[in-house]
């Protein structure tokens, strides 16, 4: 295709190609008019937006406030923030009634007889150990039990006992 276009066309005569090159010299001099008057009044824009203090920041913080303003007028936005409060409602009723019904669920597990003997196994277990590790006169809670016979078994040293009952009779 490229060689088929011959750009030296010789269909053309010396006096319209001469007339071509003036109106094109005559286009690029309008261009280079119209690029001067524009950067002129690009010029005078600036100034006039200095004097009325418009900052570049302000002018995109202007930008963005209409364009929020906008996304929250259209219809879509509204719609979708109607749904997503309804679905809100709806997931706060729901989370709300399973909250109701383990808590009573919880308090009718309490009170079922099965639940209270577990109870009640569960503390003469720790009664019995609190006698067992503490001895029979020691008092207090579980934990100051568990803790003095921790403190009890630091002081007694794993080699002093296996030491005494390796120093036994062969």
């Known amino acids: 295709m490229a060689s088929e276009v011959n750009l030296n066309s010789s269909t053309l005569t010396e006096e319209e190609r001469e007339e071509i090159q003036q109106e ?13 008057v524009l950067s002129s009044k690009e010029k005078q824009h600036a100034e006039l937006k200095q004097k009325l203090g418009i900052t570049p920041l302000s002018e995109l913080r202007n930008n963005f406030s209409r364009g929020w303003h ?10 979708t923030s109607e749904t997503l409060s309804t679905a809100g409602q709806r997931t706060s009723a729901a989370f709300n009634t399973f909250s109701s019904t383990i808590t ?12 209270r003997s577990f109870e009640e196994k ?6 019995t150990l609190k006698t067992k590790v503490g001895g029979t006169g020691t008092g207090g809670s579980f934990e100051e039990v ?5 403190n009890a078994s630091s002081h007694d040293t794993p080699t002093n006992s296996f ?8």
Do not use: H
């Open 24 to 36: 094109l010299a005559k286009l690029e001099d309008e261009i280079n008019t119209l690029k001067q």
């Open 70 to 79: 906008d996304m929250q007028s259209s219809t879509a936005y509204k719609r």
């Open 104 to 115: 009573r669920k919880i308090g009718d597990m309490r009170n079922s007889p099965s639940f």
């Open 122 to 127: 569960v503390e003469t277990t720790v009664s």
């Open 146 to 150: 568990l803790s003095s016979a921790a």
């Open 163 to 170: 030491m005494a009952s390796s120093e036994g009779p062969c």
